[in-house]
Structure formats: structure tokens, C-alpha cells
């Protein structure tokens, strides 16, 4: 009898465990990707994928992945770039970006007030200027026209930041 009872024991434990897993791991899942320099949420038109220190991170926007780089001196490799109009994966060798567009998905929503209950200015953001990917020139060429901006081959601007 007693093995009976050890038996069922560890079976409601196996049960609780299991069951305490896939909760977690649902919790996980409805929780938004979030990048790996500033921990801000990753929206799907900008999210980029980098190499750094040999391991495969998410970051929020390619601007984000280049200032890791810079700042932390770290070896950063951007692999993959997502298409702002269409969500597409994109090759960092055949993408084109609008640098410095009115079009920021990392901005944030509510600006931070000083001691007098004003907008304090911001004066640096690891993710500004805006780098927006497109998988075509001409995408790139019309949504600077209608939001300004620089069209340049992302190969431009990440010899521009190893500078």
C-alpha cells in the first residue's frame, strides 16, 4: 500500500509539474518578442535579426542592432531585415532603407516630462534616425517622398556606422 501511495504522489507531482510548464510556456507566447539592446517591444515591419558573440538575437529595428555595435563595441552582424511594407524577410545585401523618415515604430508614445512639467527634449535614442527596409528601390524611393527621409542601400549605411 505504501508504494501504491508513493506511486500516486509522484504522479499528481509529474501532473502539476507538466501542467505548470505549459502554462508558462503559453504565458511566454502571448508575451510581445522583445529586442534584445533596449528590451523595447518588436513590431513585425522592424524587426532584425543580428549575430552577436556568435548567438542569433532579435533587436527592434536595424538602427538598434548598429548602435549595439557602436556602443558596446561587441561584434554585430545583421542576417536578416524585415520589408516595412510587406513583413517580408529581407537580405541586408539586397536591402534599401529610408534613413531618417518621420516613420518611427520605436519611438515612444508618451514623452518623458521634466522637474517643470514640460516635454523634456530627447537628446539621443539609440534608435534614431529610423532605418526602415525595403526590399525594392523604388518602395524605398516612394515612402521617402511621402515621409521623407534618405534612400540608401543598407551596405551604405553599416559601412557608415563601422566608421
Excluded at 505549459?22 to 543580428?50: D, K, L, M, N
Excluded at 508614445?109 to 517643470?116: C, K, L
Aim: net charge positive; glycine share 8%; hydrophobic share 40%.
Amino acid at each position: 500500500m505504501s508504494n501504491t501511495r508513493w506511486f500516486v504522489a509522484l504522479a499528481i507531482v509529474a501532473v502539476v509539474a507538466a501542467l505548470g510548464y505549459i502554462g508558462f510556456r503559453a504565458y511566454r507566447g502571448a508575451q510581445p518578442e522583445s529586442c534584445y539592446a533596449c528590451q523595447r517591444p518588436i513590431h513585425v515591419h522592424s524587426r532584425t535579426v543580428a549575430v552577436v558573440n556568435g548567438r542569433s538575437m532579435p533587436f527592434c529595428c536595424p538602427a538598434c542592432a548598429l548602435s549595439e555595435r557602436e556602443q558596446e563595441g561587441k561584434p554585430v552582424r545583421i542576417v536578416e531585415l524585415t520589408a516595412f511594407l510587406t513583413g517580408a524577410k529581407l537580405s541586408p545585401n539586397q536591402a534599401y532603407v529610408v534613413k531618417g523618415s518621420d516613420v518611427n515604430m520605436c519611438a515612444r508614445a508618451h514623452e518623458m516630462i521634466d522637474v517643470d512639467k514640460r516635454p523634456a527634449g530627447i537628446l539621443y535614442d539609440r534608435c534614431s534616425p529610423s532605418l526602415l527596409a525595403f526590399g525594392q528601390r523604388s518602395e524605398a524611393i516612394e515612402f521617402a517622398r511621402e515621409h521623407g527621409g534618405e534612400v540608401l542601400p543598407f551596405k551604405a549605411v553599416t559601412a557608415e556606422f563601422g566608421r
